[in-house]
């Protein structure tokens, strides 16, 4: 089970439960993978509804790195995500949201 407290997401891929989470090693990858400047203009792409389907393929494979699994992004090229492409995104934009959540609210 995912812990959002932890940062973690869960999304279904080819029928399995899996849980993402975007650790520190895992955002300097998404960063040299995406190949932007910070990951700031990854954020505002999501908060305006600019983000790509690279973009949320890039998340969710960084997500399931730093939750443990050792993926690679050919690997999701054909896998079937529960919930299609919309389920997808919401979990990486959930993602960005957690791994930058601060503790507390404050």
């Given at each position: 089970?995912?812990?959002?407290w932890?940062?973690e997401v869960?999304?279904?891929?080819?029928?399995?439960?899996?849980?993402?989470k975007?650790?520190?090693?895992?955002?300097?990858?998404?960063?040299q993978?995406?190949?932007?400047g910070s990951?700031?203009e990854l954020?505002?792409?999501?908060?305006?509804?600019?983000?790509?389907?690279?973009?949320?393929l890039?998340?969710?494979?960084?997500?399931l790195?730093?939750?443990?699994?050792?993926?690679?992004?050919?690997?999701?090229?054909?896998?079937e995500?529960?919930?299609?492409p919309?389920?997808?995104?919401?979990?990486?934009?959930?993602?960005?949201?957690?791994?930058?959540?601060?503790?507390?609210?404050?």
């Open positions: 089970m995912a812990n959002p932890t940062g869960a999304l279904t891929i080819e029928g399995e439960r899996r849980v993402l975007l650790t520190l090693g895992a955002l300097a990858e998404l960063e993978e995406l190949g932007t990951l700031v954020v505002q792409r999501f908060e305006g509804g600019a983000y790509s389907s690279g973009d949320v890039a998340l969710i494979v960084a997500g790195r730093g939750g443990g699994a050792d993926v690679a992004r050919s690997d999701l090229l054909r896998a995500i529960e919930g299609g919309m389920a997808g995104a919401k979990a990486a934009a959930e993602l960005l949201a957690r791994a930058f959540m601060v503790p507390g609210g404050a």
